[in-house]
């Protein structure tokens, strides 16, 4: 009897094929991933804590829930990018192309925003305070061709 679940374990063992899947398969936190390109990757739930992604290409890419805290996303294309609940708390977008980007119920406090291009973005319940918040809405133009909805309108410029 022991013989026989032997053999079909060892069976099973080898001639079926799997790919164990690693905790920390998508995990790149911390590290220096300058000009990366990630565009068009199923990227959900990875995580970028503290990573430098200046000049990486992430247009198009699938980021909902995503951890980006603290990342330095300097002249990073995130152009088409799903960022739905995503965590962008801390992180540094200069220079940042967020066109048709949709970051609904993203997090985003504490995030800087310069020279970002935002059109066509989705913000909605995305939490942005203060000065960020005010500067969002000095540039917000453009429709979400996911939403259809307003980049101005989602942010709620027009209730501050």
């Known amino acids: 009897m022991i013989n026989r679940f032997f053999c079909i374990f060892l069976i099973l063992f080898l001639f079926i094929p799997f790919k164990p899947v690693l905790a920390l398969e998508n995990d ?4 220096s ?5 990630f565009s068009n990757t199923d990227l959900r739930g990875a995580t970028f ?11 198009g890419s699938d980021l909902e829930g995503a951890s980006l805290f603290g990342a330095k996303l300097q002249d990073t294309d995130l152009s088409n990018a799903n960022l739905r609940n995503a965590t962008l708390d801390s992180a540094f977008l200069e220079g940042t192309n967020l066109s048709n980007a949709f970051l609904e119920d993203a997090f985003a406090f504490s995030t800087r925003f310069k020279n ?7 913000f909605t319940n995305v939490l942005i305070t ?10 917000a133009n453009g429709v979400n061709p996911v939403s259809n909805k307003k980049t101005i309108d989602t942010l709620d410029c027009n209730t501050q």
């Open 49 to 59: 804590y503290l990573t430098n992604l200046q000049n990486a290409n992430l247009s």
């Open 33 to 37: 991933l300058v000009g990366a390109d």
């Open 28 to 31: 790149y936190g911390k590290q």
């Open 116 to 122: 970002v291009n935002i059109s066509g973005s989705d």
């Open 130 to 139: 203060g000065e960020e918040h005010k500067y969002l809405c000095s540039i």
